[in-house]
């Protein structure tokens, strides 16, 4: 069975590994410097096919990756590692911060979206988020199995699977499904929904752009939901069930 990347989350006790990537030397050697003081394992990478390289030898628990980098650029390096199946949280950056451009990363797969120049504080906000949302949670009466037709959905764990194994969701993905299954059949609007995600500032626009990602991974056809379902002007559904 291939492994996701929740299946490699670190060892109680060793802290998380993230990959740096930035052509711009003094921004890595900056946030390699912070991060590391704040107690993470880092790794950086001048350009996509360094980090590519990297990636070949290890499994990062978290990516911060530039956009606007020459050669293979930040949205292409994050559309090319969610097609191979890499799950890892990405939190982009970049000197364009509107909130179009923000909806063009999430598109892309990116979990997080930080405009330059950024204090590094909340990058590292940003990051604990993120990795939080990975880390198992404890088991409760009212986190149950969800069945999503031939696929199942642990909250515990934040895992989908399905008859041919575990199915990859990015971070971002996998916290909008954890969110709709601890009440299902439960109508969330989309501003709920955008602050349970941390996505406020971005927009409701993005929570749109999560559901879309989202119903490619459960639904049979997407254009035809079957469990995620958009209830008009109110928001989103999920309706758990074998159909």
């Known amino acids: 069975m291939e492994l996701s990347h929740r299946d490699l989350v670190p060892e109680e006790g060793m802290a998380p590994h993230v990959i740096v990537v930035d052509d711009d030397p003094r921004l890595r050697r900056l946030l390699q410097r912070y991060l590391s003081e704040q107690g993470f394992r880092i790794s950086v990478a001048a350009n996509a096919a360094e980090a590519r390289q990297t990636l070949q030898g290890i499994q990062p628990d978290a990516m911060v990756l530039d956009v606007t ?29 509107e909130p179009a451009d923000r909806i063009s990363g999430l598109e892309a797969g990116a979990d997080d979206y930080l405009g330059k120049p950024f204090e590094p504080r909340e990058l590292l906000l940003r990051l604990k988020a993120h990795l939080r949302r990975l880390a198992p949670v404890p088991a409760s009466d009212n986190l149950r199995i969800i069945r999503l037709g031939e696929k199942e959905f642990d909250p515990v764990r934040a895992l989908l699977s399905g008859p041919e194994g575990n199915v990859h969701l990015t971070g971002g993905e996998a916290a909008l499904l954890s969110v709709l299954a601890r009440r299902p059949n439960e109508v969330f609007s989309r501003e709920e929904i955008a602050r349970a995600l941390d996505m406020a500032e971005i927009g409701e626009r993005a929570v749109d752009v999560q559901v879309t990602r989202l119903r490619r991974r459960i639904e049979p056809d997407p254009r035809e939901p079957r469990f995620l379902h958009t209830i008009r002007g109110r928001g989103y559904v999920l309706k758990p069930g074998v159909q």
């Open 69 to 97: 980098m020459p050669g293979e650029n930040g949205l292409e390096l994050t559309r090319a590692l969610r097609d191979a199946g890499q799950d890892l949280p990405i939190v982009l950056l970049t000197a364009r911060g």
